[in-house]
């Protein structure tokens, strides 16, 4: 596609269920993040992937977030027993995936919403 | 964690001045790049400055680097009402980039 697609724009989930929210980068891209925004905050840090492995998953917060990218391609980030902390925008975005990081490719995020 | 932080928080003008945001980060880099996010959007690239670059132009958009000071800052010319948005500094490395908090600008018709 001509941008970057997330699914679903909204997601609103009761506390303890499972999610899954998908990416599907621009065409071409070996790179792809996962960030997580808060209202009123910056862009936070979850993972990245060069290619199908993840290069850097230091930001995810604990173990029921994973995040996979089995073809290189889409990536699904997914989320067990959903807490209401877990309520924010999830942004993903691609880039050519240079050794040195450049523009990054926003898609609209996902909110998600845990009641 | 976010490395940035951006000055200042909230910043609200006329039309036709000039805006001012700040960013000061932490540790070393390879680039630094400016993002601008519309309320309910995704981020939007504006510019990118290397390490080894002072100053750079893009249109109305005036960005500097500092790196002894670790600190860049992002000139708007001549702000439009479709400026209003928030703004936000980015560092980048080999990998990820790290957001700071953002200045949210406001441009008054």
């Known amino acids: 596609g001509a941008g970057v697609s997330q699914t679903p724009s909204n997601k609103v989930t009761e506390k303890g269920k499972y999610v899954e929210l998908r990416c599907d980068p621009i065409?071409?891209?070996?790179?792809l993040y996962w960030y997580r925004q808060s209202l009123g905050q910056g862009p936070e840090f979850l993972i990245y992937?060069?290619?199908?492995?993840?290069?850097?998953d230091s930001g995810l917060p604990n173990d029921r977030f994973f995040a996979v990218r089995p073809e290189g391609s889409v990536s699904t980030l997914k989320i067990q027993r959903t807490e209401r902390g877990d309520s924010a925008v999830y942004l993903c975005?691609?880039?050519?995936?240079?050794?040195?990081?450049?523009?990054?490719?926003f898609g609209e995020g996902s909110r998600l919403t845990v009641l | 964690s976010q490395q940035g932080e951006e000055d200042p928080q909230a910043l609200s003008i006329q039309e036709g001045e000039n805006a001012t945001m700040n960013c000061s980060y932490k540790?070393?880099?390879?680039?630094l790049q400016w993002y601008r996010q519309n309320s309910g959007r995704g981020l939007v690239h504006l510019i990118l400055?290397?390490?080894?670059?002072r100053e750079k132009h893009s249109g109305r958009l005036r960005v500097t680097l500092d790196t002894s000071k670790k600190s860049s800052s992002l000139l708007i010319t001549a702000s439009r009402a479709a400026d209003t948005a928030s703004y936000f500094c980015?560092?980048?490395?080999?990998?990820?980039?790290?957001f700071g908090q953002g200045t949210t600008l406001q441009v008054k018709p």
């Open positions: 975005a691609s880039s050519l995936g240079q050794r040195n990081t450049g523009e990054l490719f």
């Open positions: 065409s071409g891209h070996t790179a």
């Open positions: 992937f060069q290619g199908t492995g993840a290069a850097d």
């Open positions: 540790t070393s880099i390879n680039n």
């Open positions: 400055i290397r390490s080894n670059e």
């Open positions: 980015a560092t980048g490395g080999t990998g990820k980039l790290i």
